[in-house]
């Protein structure tokens, strides 16, 4: 199962090109349908609107069909108890009764295994071929114990979790290796990242990703070097889109989502 091999090179970069181009009278996407049914930020209505299933779909589109392996990373739905309490939900103290872009994303694979992972309590949701864990994307033995439960082998990793650099980059080290060869890891909100939990040595994953795609490779005070040597090895190039995240300058929302596709 291979993604499409659209653009070839790291170092493409790719700004939302359809959303941009898109008009009040076009019709929405497949996946942007389902994003705003479930509700989703992922979609263009719930929340800020990012407007990324617009890119999901021109990327994943071509797997509808296959019995896809997904994993997604972070849940939540806002309307639940705790969940607009930060101290609550960071701590993990909180519990869903919904995860919106779980259900998302089994609609649009029929045949998809779809595995999700997040810090708070999932344990009452049931979403069709779907399987939740728990743990905390920042600890490394939490992301070993999902690989070993999942069995891994993803075609598609989705990480949309705490945003914060250092956990980004410990999840994108951690379970790159655990993508299939030809698939794809992307990762959420690359611009918005709460300066209460970033750690004081940690580089911007966005400015990370953009050295990679100079070829500078993937250093980083929170990947370790056999783990950046293996990252600039397999991955074979970057897709970085805007979000349309409503309310923000066009400056703010810039480079939001990466996609980082595996060799073949
Ligand atoms: C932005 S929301 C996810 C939104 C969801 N993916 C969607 O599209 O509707 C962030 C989620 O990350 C989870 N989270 C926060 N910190 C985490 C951590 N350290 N490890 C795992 N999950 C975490 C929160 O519990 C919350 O459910």
Redesign the pocket.
Known sequence: MRLKQRLSGLGHRARHPAALLRTLSDPLDPLTLL?NR?????GSL?YSGHGYSEAYHEILAPLREQPVRLL??????RSDQG?LQDPV??A?S?S?AR????A?WSAYFPKGEIFG????DFSGVRVERCTILR?????RA?LAHLVQETGGGFDVV?E?????SH?QQIALAALFPAVKPGGVYFI??LHFQRPE?EAPDALKTAQLLRRAEQGLGFASAHIEAAEADCLAAHVERIELYDSLERGTSRAQRRDALAALFKRG
């Open positions: 994003a479930f509700g989703t930020d992922k719930a997604e990373i972070g849940l939540l739905h969940w939900r960071y993990g909180a869903a995860a919106p872009s779980l998302m992972f997040d810090l708070n743990g905390d994307m920042g600890d939490d989705v949309d979790a705490s945003h914060a956990h959420e909100d939990l």
